[in-house]
């Protein structure tokens, strides 16, 4: 079955599963917590499809068609209708769907029994996991750092982390730990400063596109991913935590203006981005140019480094660096004797057919439908997955200087708002700008981030815990 078709059968389920915990949560006295365990262990038993057994994946769907459409005949109405989820409408369906679910899985265990446990079908209903996505937008994405801390004091560590620009960059920060150690976070940020990140010079160019600022990622933090300035060091595949970045790709023969173009787009000395409010004017004048890439979209394509075996063997920090590189804004680029990546980057852009490759931000600011295909193709083992997608530049009046390039961004976060569980966008951040925060503004990030979510825990608590068995 193909993935669209999955997604559609899905769906529906899960978003009868959301509904019902909100509005639990918004009427405590809705079910008590058995009957809600019931009637969430019929719907994640319902969109059962696959099982890790083994190593294996077993295929299950087909055995629970008829129970998936009695749940769906029963609680759809209820859950998705317009009408309010009321407790009167609910319980009618509680003792049977707890027998229906009863029978549905004792049925599948014996049918199944010569490839995939009981148990093993247990934990795939009853366990959800988490999986984060972080979205890019410079210094805003760096409110994350206090969501991460507090996901982590509630026990809640990600499966599998996502991330475009400088969301993929605190991503790969994050994958490197078993649990999030915000102490060490902050001292990373410490080691941290401009002239050690970003340098005005000219050099070649060779997979990016040229810009004023030159970005020397391993410079600030190759020690972090045993990676030195002449060679690879920590590679995707090597990660704690399984890690996507997101990076847009120029196709062969479609970028609109020439190169030198993109060199000069910030103006002819660069001595003015030392001063942040010369940095504003001269990106707003860049809006034009970048938003091309926006009106013309076969201009660029989306790729998703660490989808596949091929780009899981990606260098770490170029991936991120890659998806980081906003044209005519910040150039990166792979100039070193590294036979491995230069290998690596000229078969994924033959294959691709692209000529260069710049900002994710520009393709796919918020990768929660790269996130879900990675979960849905056993990239984490369990199909049982909530997504999380944190969007820090989201367009917000309180912010007009940004707004234009908000909503460049905001066009590419609409088509993965269906594959994300819950989408926090944060009202207070840093400045785009703050790409190298001191420890002041890092530490004011984190109490930013921390204070927004802690709202969505109630209801990221109640859907991340593991449902008790109704037997």
Request: a positive charge; glycine letters at 10%; aromatic letters at 6%.
């Amino acid at each position: 079955m193909l993935l669209k078709e999955r997604f559609q059968i899905t769906r529906p389920l899960e978003e009868m599963e959301l509904a019902l915990v909100r509005a639990s949560l918004a009427s405590p006295g809705l079910l008590d917590a058995r009957e809600e365990a019931i009637l969430r262990t019929a719907l994640s038993l319902a969109r059962l499809y696959k099982v890790r057994s083994e190593g294996c994946d077993v295929g299950v769907g087909a055995q629970l068609t008829p129970f998936r459409e009695d749940v769906e005949r029963r609680l759809g109405p209820i859950l998705k209708g317009s009408r309010p989820i009321t407790r009167d409408r609910l319980v009618p369906h509680v003792r049977d769907l707890r027998e229906q679910s009863l029978q549905a899985r004792d049925a599948l265990v014996r049918r199944m029994r010569a490839r995939v446990s009981g148990e093993a079908i247990d934990h795939e209903v009853r366990h959800k996991s988490l999986v984060l996505v972080a979205g890019g937008g410079g210094g805003t994405a760096f409110v994350y750092l206090g969501a991460m801390n507090l996901l982590a004091e509630h026990g809640l560590e990600p499966k599998l982390l996502a991330g475009t620009s400088m969301g993929a960059i605190l991503a790969l920060m994050r994958s490197r730990m078993s649990r999030f150690d915000p102490t060490e976070m902050i001292n990373i940020v410490r080691g941290l400063s401009f002239r050690k990140l970003f340098r005005f010079i000219s050099t070649e160019s060779r997979y990016g596109v040229p810009a004023a600022l030159r970005l020397f990622l391993r410079a600030g933090l190759g020690r972090f991913f045993g990676a030195g300035p002449e060679g690879s060091g920590m590679r995707l595949k090597d990660l704690p935590v399984p890690t996507l970045i997101a990076v847009g790709g120029i196709r062969r023969g479609m970028l609109p203006r020439p190169l030198e173009y993109y060199e000069r787009l910030l103006g002819p000395s660069p001595l003015g981005l030392l001063n942040p409010a010369s940095v504003a004017r001269r990106l707003q004048a860049a809006v034009g140019a970048i938003s091309e890439l926006f009106t013309r979209p076969e201009i660029t394509l989306r790729l998703h480094l660490g989808a596949d075996d091929d780009t899981a063997d990606f260098d770490a920090l170029d991936a991120a660096g890659f998806s980081s590189a906003l044209p005519g804004v910040i150039h990166y680029d792979v100039l070193r004797e590294d036979p491995h990546m230069h290998g690596l980057l000229d078969g994924l852009m033959a294959q691709h057919g692209v000529a260069r490759l710049i900002d994710g931000g520009l393709v796919d600011n918020l990768p929660a439908k790269a996130a879900w295909r990675a979960v849905a193709k056993g990239r984490i083992g369990t199909r049982n997955a909530f997504i999380l997608a944190l969007d820090g530049f989201a367009p917000r009046l309180a912010t007009p200087l940004w707004i234009p390039l908000q909503r460049l961004a905001a066009m590419t976060v609409g088509p993965n708002l269906p594959y994300a569980h819950h989408v926090k966008q944060f009202t207070r951040t840093l400045s785009p700008l703050d790409v190298v925060p001191s420890v002041e503004l890092a530490s004011k990030a984190l109490h930013f981030g921390r204070k927004a979510l802690a709202e969505d825990m109630p209801f990221l608590r109640r859907m991340l815990a593991p449902l008790p068995p109704i037997a």
